[in-house]
């Protein structure tokens, strides 16, 4: 069939058929409407979830299924007032700090990225590197132990060790799509194994809160549950086990591993200098060890540590005489506009979260579940529901907010293992932050890798799928 159809004929019928899937679920929302306030919608919580779902796997997209997600919620909640609260929603989502805090962190990292490939400090970097890893499995290994190093926040994980093994990986024929897996491995889980992270001080105060300990010893509590982050571990260990080949390719990855062997697959940038100087390693060094450093002096401000590294790298190449300061400034402008599709999913994902929020979907789930649980079943339990939450709602801290006032006093009543518990809660965020196709660390390591979310989420999903299933086991018998 496809070889009898025109490009033409062939797009027109698929078209409307995901209009007309589209409009049938926006009608069905809509006679769904019951209009009875928050959090009374019951099953029908789950609807503009099952929307996004299934849209982002007919058409391979990712902000276009949220949209319509984020449409069907509203018209769900007052059929008549859909696109008047879906508007509503969207300016208390961009007036709120947290995605003003997104966008500059997000744009400023684009333009240092810009920075760097036009200075030639990735092809530096990755000329260096590349004298000590020649083989395909110890780059990946070099960017796992990479990413682990990187450990003050997710963003600045993904990003920078994305933009520096790129170029390697490419010359190795490692696909994007692997190097994404393994910068995604080394996101999330690493801040929440490593606790001096943005993940940890707000898990710290969610501690605190709840009253487990008292104000200002919630640190020290979150040290002793490590042992029990039981899926950061397992994803974390997953990564030398897939580079050696102890874990085979799965599903998607191994198609995309064998069209780069063959070099079937193009990588989406080159990364060359915009200037004939020859590369220098310092134009890479000293940006990014500014970045991390400053992030961390600035009490792990990731704003501050981008903007140090930015002016330094500003200062360094205009004395170098790489181009003139407007020069420069059009590489910065051009690397925040490489981030606006990335930021337009996750600011997507926010409205979807919102209109979930409406909807009570977390609080349903839970007391939907509460009553088959018991003292051995509950982490375990806990896990499953609340994995499913983080990937399907892309929440991961609204859903720890949610669930710990919850879990808590539930694993008191039952006389469970207090640790166990709240490691499978931990445990559930990091698994939907490292497997949601639209969560912000997967957007950010597909967009630092330069292929999209769904390819990256697809190919990578039988290992989260794995790693997942191992964390529910354990869970279980350690229980």
């Given at each position: 069939m496809e070889k009898i159809l025109t490009p033409g004929v062939e797009k027109l019928p698929i078209g409307w058929i995901k209009l007309l899937v589209l409009s049938g679920l926006l009608l069905l929302a809509v006679s769904l409407g019951t209009g009875n306030g928050e959090g009374e919608f019951g099953f029908f919580a789950l609807v503009p979830t099952l929307v996004v779902l299934g849209l982002a796997l007919l058409t391979r997209r990712t902000l276009e299924p949220l949209l319509a997600g984020a449409l069907t919620g509203f018209a769900l909640i007052e059929p008549e007032r859909t696109l008047h609260n879906f508007v509503?929603?969207?300016?208390?989502?961009?007036?709120?700090?947290?995605?003003?805090?997104?966008?500059?962190?997000?744009?400023?990292?684009?333009?240092?990225?810009?920075?760097?490939?036009?200075?030639?400090?990735?092809?530096?970097?990755?000329?260096?590197?590349?004298?000590?890893?020649?083989?395909?499995?110890?780059?990946?290994?070099?960017?796992?132990?990479?990413?682990?190093?990187?450990?003050?926040?997710?963003?600045?994980?993904?990003?920078?060790?994305?933009?520096?093994?790129?170029?390697?990986?490419?010359?190795?024929?490692?696909?994007?799509?692997?190097?994404?897996?393994?910068?995604?491995?080394?996101?999330?889980?690493?801040?929440?194994?490593?606790?001096?992270?943005?993940?940890?001080?707000?898990?710290?105060?969610?501690?605190?809160?709840?009253?487990?300990?008292?104000?200002?010893?919630?640190?020290?509590?979150?040290?002793?549950?490590?042992?029990?982050?039981?899926?950061?571990?397992?994803?974390?260990?997953?990564?030398?086990?897939?580079?050696?080949?102890?874990?085979?390719?799965?599903?998607?990855?191994?198609?995309?591993?064998?069209?780069?062997?063959?070099?079937?697959?193009?990588?989406?940038?080159?990364?060359?200098?915009?200037h004939r100087q020859p590369p220098r390693l310092v134009n890479f060094m000293l940006p990014v060890l500014t970045l991390l450093l400053a992030t961390w002096y600035f009490d792990i401000d990731a704003l501050m540590g981008v903007g140090c590294a930015l002016v330094v790298s500003l200062?360094?190449?205009?004395?170098?005489?790489?181009?003139?300061?407007?020069?420069?400034?059009?590489?910065?402008?051009?690397?925040?506009?490489?981030?606006?599709?990335?930021?337009?999913?996750?600011?997507?994902?926010?409205?979807?979260?919102?209109?979930?929020?409406?909807?009570?979907?977390?609080?349903?789930?839970?007391?939907?579940?509460?009553?088959?649980?018991?003292?051995?079943?509950?982490?375990?339990?806990?896990?499953?529901?609340?994995?499913?939450?983080?990937?399907?709602?892309?929440?991961?801290?609204?859903?720890?907010?949610?669930?710990f006032p919850i879990m808590v006093p539930l694993a008191q009543a039952l006389d469970a293992n207090m640790a166990l518990t709240l490691g499978a809660l931990v445990s559930a965020g990091a698994f939907g932050s490292h497997a949601c196709f639209f969560g912000d660390s997967t957007v950010i390591s597909a967009r630092g890798c330069g292929i999209s979310p769904m390819q990256h989420a697809l190919s990578q999903l039988p290992y989260t799928l794995i790693a997942a299933a191992v964390t529910t086991l354990v869970l279980w018998l350690l229980a």
């Open positions: 509503a929603s969207t300016l208390e989502v961009m007036q709120g700090p947290i995605m003003g805090w997104l966008i500059l962190v997000c744009g400023l990292l684009g333009s240092l990225i810009a920075l760097l490939q036009f200075s030639g400090a990735t092809l530096a970097f990755s000329d260096a590197l590349g004298k000590y890893v020649k083989r395909r499995s110890h780059a990946l290994v070099a960017s796992w132990l990479l990413g682990i190093a990187i450990f003050i926040d997710d963003y600045l994980n993904a990003l920078t060790v994305s933009t520096a093994m790129r170029k390697l990986s490419d010359k190795l024929k490692i696909s994007r799509d692997m190097l994404a897996y393994v910068v995604d491995s080394t996101s999330a889980p690493v801040c929440l194994l490593i606790p001096f992270s943005t993940w940890v001080i707000y898990l710290a105060g969610l501690i605190e809160v709840n009253g487990l300990v008292p104000e200002g010893e919630g640190f020290n509590y979150y040290l002793s549950l490590l042992p029990y982050l039981v899926y950061p571990w397992v994803a974390l260990l997953m990564v030398p086990l897939v580079a050696f080949g102890v874990i085979p390719l799965l599903g998607s990855m191994k198609q995309a591993e064998r069209d780069c062997l063959e070099g079937n697959s193009l990588p989406v940038e080159q990364d060359e200098p915009g200062v360094l190449y205009r004395l170098q005489g790489l181009a003139s300061l407007p020069r420069l400034f059009d590489e910065i402008i051009q690397g925040m506009a490489s981030m606006l599709l990335p930021l337009g999913i996750v600011f997507a994902a926010f409205v979807l979260q919102a209109v979930n929020e409406k909807l009570g979907l977390a609080p349903y789930l839970i007391d939907a579940i509460t009553p088959y649980m018991n003292a051995r079943w509950l982490p375990a339990l806990s896990f499953l529901v609340l994995a499913g939450l983080t990937f399907a709602t892309g929440s991961f801290w609204g859903v720890y907010a949610i669930a």
